[in-house]
């Protein structure tokens, strides 16, 4: 790996720990594990592009009012978006008592106030000088750089900004890109200034990702059994988010756990139902 110092200071490599747990990718990115999932779902059944903005607790479950496809009904509605992101942007009837509203406010998005950099290449070159990909920076714009190539050989660098929101929202998105461009270039030579194609992601400038409170970089999540809902709610709602694990939340294994703790949830709520 390589590690930037100082301006003016040449980058120094460090061999990489041999015991280090190997990085786990999904064959052909993250969106396949969603389409699985709603495969066998029938089409009718999925909604896109349709905001929930009132839930409201009925007598026989839960009315879920869209942003212009009307309500839906239902005996149970499990909330698989971050607590403090669902606080923000859905009204409650009955209104959420204030235990429950500070919680959520509380608990942080993880990775909300971050922002991430992608220079895609013909060929990960930096491989030929003995080199991962992996760097580290004091000086950034970058602080954290890894080799992102595909298993299918689609070769690319990433970068998280080491820059916070209010710091990103200075500059453009172009500047942002070529600065870390030039870092590249310092870190793995001058064909690193020259990809074939860039993307830039900046979660924070995202409203259904980050909230006011998300703007600034927080704690990561911590695991809590705490209750996330209060009297009023507690049969109606199940929360799904990987905030919400119980093993680790924020990560993508705190999402499995928390959507199979969740699925368990209503199935059992369901079958005591009359």
Do not use: N
């Not at 895609?120 to 030929?128: A, C, T, V």
């Not at 049969?235 to 993508?252: I, K, N």
Request: net charge neutral; with cysteine.
């Amino acid at each position: 790996m390589l590690f930037e110092h100082a301006t003016g200071q040449t980058p120094q490599r460090y061999p990489t720990m041999a015991a280090a747990p190997p990085s786990i990718r999904v064959a052909g990115g993250m969106s396949t594990i969603v389409s699985a999932l709603a495969k066998p779902l029938p089409a009718q059944c999925i909604l896109l592009d349709t905001p929930i903005t009132h839930i409201a607790s009925t007598k026989e479950g839960v009315d879920l009012v869209t942003d212009g496809r009307g309500s839906i009904s239902a005996r149970q509605a499990v909330l698989a978006v971050p607590p403090r992101l669902a606080q923000a942007l859905i009204h409650f009837s009955p209104a959420l008592d204030e235990a429950t509203v500070r919680r959520w406010r509380q608990t942080p998005t993880w990775m909300a106030p971050h922002a991430k950099f992608f220079a895609l290449y013909e060929r990960p070159f930096w491989r030929d000088a003995g080199l991962s990909g992996h760097a580290r920076s004091a000086m950034g714009p970058m602080t954290e750089i890894h080799d992102a190539t595909t298993a299918s050989g689609q070769a690319a660098l990433f970068g998280f900004l080491g820059l916070s929101a209010s710091q990103r929202r200075q500059f453009s998105s172009e500047t942002i890109a070529q600065a870390c461009l030039l870092q590249l270039a310092r870190l793995f030579g001058p064909e690193a200034a020259s990809p074939r194609a860039t993307l830039f992601k900046d979660w924070a400038a995202d409203p259904l990702t980050a909230t006011e409170l998300d703007q600034r970089g927080s704690e990561h999540p911590y695991p809590a059994s705490a209750p996330w809902l209060g009297e009023d709610w507690q049969d109606r709602l199940v929360l799904a988010a990987s905030e919400t694990s119980l093993t680790e939340p924020g990560y993508l294994a705190g999402a499995v756990e928390a959507g199979q703790r969740s699925a368990g949830t209503v199935i059992r709520r369901l079958e005591r139902a009359p």
